[in-house]
């Protein structure tokens, strides 16, 4: 199992990233896919989740309204669209699958003025 997240970045409070994660070595378009992220000093904490078709999701309530999960099953890829990031969404950022204990290298955003 691979997966491989990419999209991070530093941005102003207000701004927008969408990140990517491509899956691989599994059955991805079987998988459901969530979004972690860890701040500094602070725990891994689940951000967002997408079922296996798109149909079904779920965000923690921190970001409902200003993140949207989405995923391309025809390219092995889920995505998190952040907007009206604030300092407090500073953190590394993981994709995984749900069921399968794997976790990626992260890619790390920052929200800073």
């Known amino acids: 199992v691979k997966l491989v997240e990419s999209g991070g970045g530093s941005v102003q409070p207000g701004g927008s990233l969408r990140l990517s994660c491509v899956g691989s070595?599994?059955?991805?378009?079987?998988?459901?896919m969530s979004w972690f992220r860890r701040a500094p000093g602070k725990e891994r904490v689940f951000v967002a989740t997408?079922?296996?078709?798109?149909?079904?999701?779920n965000y923690a309530d921190n970001v409902k309204g200003r993140f949207t999960i989405s995923r391309d099953n025809a390219k092995n890829s889920v995505y998190l669209q952040m907007n009206n990031l604030t300092p407090d969404d500073t953190a590394m950022y993981y994709c995984?699958?749900?069921?399968?204990?794997?976790w990626g290298q992260g890619t790390q955003v920052t929200v800073s003025s």
């Open positions: 995984k699958g749900v069921g399968l204990d794997y």
């Open positions: 070595g599994f059955d991805f378009s079987r998988t459901g």
């Open positions: 997408m079922g296996v078709t798109g149909a079904t999701w």
